[in-house]
């Protein structure tokens, strides 16, 4: 017989939520973890540069000039917001531990239990590992009837850059930082890139330059967010450059411990080189499947080395892969919801298949940024018709009161007769509290009607919402024909036959 049910590779989000859905099941369960519990979800990761974000955010905040108030010299130096990340990290990590040491055994009335292994998990067959432990006696072989891949992933790394972990860093190394840089290149302007260059300009402590290969920063937002978080970045003292190809980048000593030098081509030609005191990497990740021996357990892969699933199962069945190491969505709730679903189909709760398209997420810019279901860039590459609303944060009273007004909310429906929600995203100041609304609409098919009706409270951003959805069925307290630039409604639809075409090659 196994040793256990199901053993979990990896104790990051998604392995942890899908162990504790094996125990909710009563199952016997071991979980390998070879770091600290929690994951990228928690260091180097989600919770640390939340962590990072909040505390910049506050940091700006208080240093601003319309509030009748402004809190002059303030003091800030790396190591101390540094060990205040530190401590929320431990928080975190410590609660996991607490919940693993309570689980450990059986109790009555609940058969499962949960024994955490300290150490690397590689296969041996089908059904058996190898634990590498870090300290004697702590290696050992574990035998399971399934198993659930949930070892993550880590940042990418480009061929011509040497990451030294000191002068060129990704963001493994943030933690690491002794001091505020001075000045500080970040290579890529997807999520990583622009919630850092955010980070870093909010503490004003560093001159910040992003390298954007692509014509516009977020090339998966649409155009007015993208270009609205730039000019954003830009008035907060960033420097983007923007269409640049980077040519070189390296770490050059000299007398004061050395500088990184890069030079990047613009798109017009012309070549610039400059010489910042740190460069951070964040040009996406790669999985974390090469010490697995993933071949000895039959486990198919990807070229580019993630595990190739069909809703969480692999192409051997007793094994599952959850989380970033599939390499698709990487998402901490993303990887919980996998982790959850793989357990579930291991003990035989459902077989449906997990849904992608009600997925939120919040980029960390300033401010931020709410997305839920499409963007018009989405439904336009889909055909979808549809009719959108934008409703500036200007005529919103929180916004108003928080003497923030910059920001939209944009809402699309079906440009049909149900106008069913779509999708919305929200760039403001507490634009995140309007996705509960939205997500719970979408997941139940719901109408824009059913959404103007709802009581928000006073004042609270989400009147910004329901008032665009007002708008957006000709109801709504501000017109549209007075705000005109605050205000803007607009339909889009498709050739018939193109849309008809693309919708049978979608059936
Ligand atoms: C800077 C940054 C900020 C982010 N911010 C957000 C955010 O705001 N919101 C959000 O939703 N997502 C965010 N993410 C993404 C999120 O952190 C990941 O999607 C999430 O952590 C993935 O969870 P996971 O469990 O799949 O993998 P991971 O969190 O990577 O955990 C995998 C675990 O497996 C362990 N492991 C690996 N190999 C082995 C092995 N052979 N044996 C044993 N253990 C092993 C690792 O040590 C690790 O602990 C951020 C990521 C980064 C890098
Ligand atoms: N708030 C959040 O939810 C949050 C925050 C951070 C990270 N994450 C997750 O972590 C994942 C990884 O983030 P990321 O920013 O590293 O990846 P990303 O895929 O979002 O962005 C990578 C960027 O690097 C650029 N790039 C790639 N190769 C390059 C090269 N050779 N030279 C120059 N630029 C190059 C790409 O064009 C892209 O803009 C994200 O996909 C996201 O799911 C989420």
Redesign the pocket.
Known sequence: MPDFEVCV?????????AAMRCWDFGKRVAL???????????????L???TFWELSRDYRNARRLNRGYRADNVEVDFDRVSAVVDQACSEKTRQIARQLEALAEPRPGCPGSIRHYR????FLDPHTIH?EGTGAGESRRISAENFII??????RELPHIAIDGDSIIT??H?GTLEAFPRSLVILGAG??GC??ATIFANFGRTKVYLIDRAPRILPFEDADIANLCATNLEAAGVTIHHQANLISMEHIDDSHGGVVEYTIEHATGGRETIQVEKALI?VG?VP?TE??DLDKAGVEQAERGHIIDHDTRTNVPHIYA????TLD????????I??RHAAERICGLHDSKLSYDNLA????LAPEVAAIGLNEQTAQQRRIPYRVGVYDYSLVNRAIAMRNTEGFVKLLISDDEEMKILGMRALGTHASTTLEAVSLMIQHGRSARELAELYHPHPAITEGLQDCVRMLLGTSIYKPSVFQSELRLSRVHYDENEAAAAAAKDD
Do not use: C, Q, W, Y
């Open positions: 590779i990896g104790g990051g989000p998604a392995g942890f939520a390998v973890e070879k770091g600290p519990l929690g994951g990228a979800g928690v260091f180097n990761g989600a640390s540069s939340k150490g690397a998990a590689r634990v949930a070892t993550g992933s880590r940042p963001s493994d943030i999520v990583v919630e850092f964040s990740r974390n010490s697995l959850v989380g970033d190491v969505i990487a998402l901490v709730n993303v990887g919980e996998e982790g997420t919040i980029m960390f």
